[in-house]
């Protein structure tokens, strides 16, 4: 069964730093795309970043420059390097995965991991 499994979230004051990893497991025959989303209180989930299976990579428009999405695909893994962090960017990030596994090799399915709370407050 395919997991996803976020690290390396919590509190840190504006202009700080966050590293988050997500790392996939289970059966997972080919990773598509990875990425991150996220989620602040009463707002919709937004996509934070992207990198596809050949390291293309996709930002939002509030995190460019400051967040960069990197992957190891040995180890199936995602990470988001978070610089110059602002209130606004508190919220649960979340981590994302179209695959394909073993046991169904052609079709691609998504897969969410259940989020790291990143607060930003001094």
């Known amino acids: 069964q395919v997991q996803l499994v976020e690290s390396g979230g919590g509190l840190v004051q504006p202009g700080g730093s966050l590293r988050l990893s997500c790392a996939a497991s289970?059966?997972?025959?080919?990773?598509?795309?990875m990425a991150w989303y996220r989620q602040a209180p009463g707002k919709q989930r937004e996509l934070v970043a992207l990198?596809?299976?050949?390291?293309?990579?996709n930002y939002a428009d509030s995190v460019k420059g400051r967040f960069t999405i990197s992957r190891d695909n040995a180890k199936n893994t995602v990470y988001l390097q978070m610089n110059s962090l602002k209130p606004e960017d508190e919220a649960v990030y979340y981590c994302?995965?179209?695959?394909?596994?073993?046991?169904?090799?052609?079709?691609?399915?998504?897969?969410w991991g259940r989020g790291t709370q990143v607060t930003v407050s001094s």
């Open positions: 994302n995965m179209i695959a394909t596994t073993y046991v169904m090799p052609i079709y691609e399915n998504t897969y």
């Open positions: 289970g059966g997972i025959f080919s990773i598509k795309a």
């Open positions: 990198i596809t299976s050949d390291a293309s990579t």
